[in-house]
């Protein structure tokens, strides 16, 4: 099991309500963890989507090449020098 500083007051907790409510230790953890709604989150800012770690912009139909690419990093290195 690993360490963890709430470990010890999370198993008393869990341990006071299981006798309160006549549950087992294990049926009031699975009772938290359905019942928890975890924090609404802010949709990312103007036209950013969000996919998986990252923010993106939508593609807006244009093709990308690898010359245009190369120059967009080689304009961000001379920028930043």
Do not use: C, K, W
Not at 35 to 56: N, S
């Amino acid at each position: 099991m690993p360490n963890s500083t709430f470990a010890p007051a999370t198993r008393t907790s869990a341990r006071d309500l299981a006798r309160a409510t006549g549950m087992t230790a294990t049926q009031v953890i699975e009772e938290a963890l359905r019942a928890y709604a975890p924090p609404p989150t802010e949709p990312p800012p103007g036209r950013l989507i969000e996919r998986g770690g990252l923010l993106i912009m939508p593609a807006s139909g244009e093709r990308v090449t690898l010359a245009h690419t190369n120059a967009s990093i080689d304009a961000a290195r001379t920028e930043r020098g």
